[in-house]
């Protein structure tokens, strides 16, 4: 048999060139590799950035347009004036904030969705928004208004007085304007409206004095008015519901002295249905012929 060709032994150099030549080739394999997953770390970790917190340019865009559409939702809302949408649909006591739950009350009647992180969390307090951080120039202006108060009559009763120069309990918009004016209180006539159909949330054209309450500067004197505000309501609606039942029994006994009982009318002809009922028809029917056609 032929014998069995012997290859020649590597020599000492040769080998370590072999090793070193292995080992360069791990060495970018493992720097290939490396160099890999960190561009795959990076590119996840962007996108996960742009997922779960955007950009403030982002977050400045989408707080604009939300605020936007709050705003012409409060617009339409109050009659054209946002202040008045405002104090209408979410601030009914007029302290200038209002809470999460009554906002997501609000936010289901009208039938909007907004983001409320962003409009919540400007200052960090999630569980109220206030009108300044709805509207800035909303609140600088009733903030303007209430120093002037303060500083030039100390109380929105006083001031309220002052204004009232007839004293007839009401301010039009026309002496409202006339009086702020002449007591030094430097607005716009934009701006004056806005102050009046603030307090005029009912869009009645006048304001009384309970109307300015929200104005006071000092929080525990604006709580102690607007209640005893409410109980003076409240009395007044009873004095006046007691006065109507009163005039009800009197007319009610009036029509007992006159032989008639007090039955249920007809709707159309007021005059002939309880005659006809009691066995008198000749006279409901001379009655009837008489009042007019409204069957």
Not at 66 to 71: A, E, V, Y
Not at 92 to 117: S, Y
Not at 233 to 238: L, P, T, V
Not at 273 to 289: M, N
């Amino acid at each position: 048999r032929c014998p069995k060709r012997l290859l020649p032994m590597p020599t000492a150099n040769a080998a370590s060139d072999i090793m070193a030549e292995e080992v360069e080739e791990e060495a970018d394999k493992s720097g290939e590799d490396r160099s890999t997953s960190k561009r795959e770390h990076l590119r996840m970790k962007t996108m996960r950035s742009e997922v779960v917190e955007p950009t403030s340019k982002v977050k400045q865009r989408i707080l604009k347009e939300n605020r936007d559409l709050l705003k012409n939702i409060l617009t339409t809302r109050g009659d054209g004036c946002f202040l008045r949408g405002w104090r209408r649909e979410l601030d009914h006591q007029g302290k200038l904030e209002v809470d999460f739950q009554d906002f997501a009350k609000c936010a289901r009647r009208l039938h909007f969705e907004v983001n409320t992180d962003l409009l919540f969390g400007l200052d960090d307090d999630h569980s109220t928004m206030t009108l300044e951080e709805l509207s800035p120039q909303g609140g600088l202006l009733l903030d303007r208004a209430k120093w002037w108060i303060q500083d030039k009559f100390g109380s929105t009763q006083d001031m309220f007085r002052a204004l009232d120069s007839e004293n007839s309990g009401k301010l039009t918009l026309e002496a409202f304007m006339k009086g702020c004016e002449t007591f030094g209180l430097e607005v716009s006539e934009e701006e004056f409206h806005k102050l009046f159909h603030c307090a005029d949330v009912g869009n009645v054209g006048f304001i009384q004095e309970d109307d300015v309450i929200f104005l006071e500067l000092d929080v525990e004197v604006r709580a102690n008015k607007a209640y005893q505000a409410r109980v003076c309501r409240m009395d007044r609606w009873k004095y006046l519901a007691a006065h109507e039942f009163m005039e009800h029994i009197k007319r009610h006994k009036q029509v007992q002295r006159g032989g008639r009982r007090a039955l249920p009318r007809c709707p159309a002809c007021l005059s002939w249905w309880p005659l006809q009922r009691h066995g008198r028809p000749r006279q409901a029917w001379r009655l009837r012929s008489e009042a007019p056609s409204l069957l």
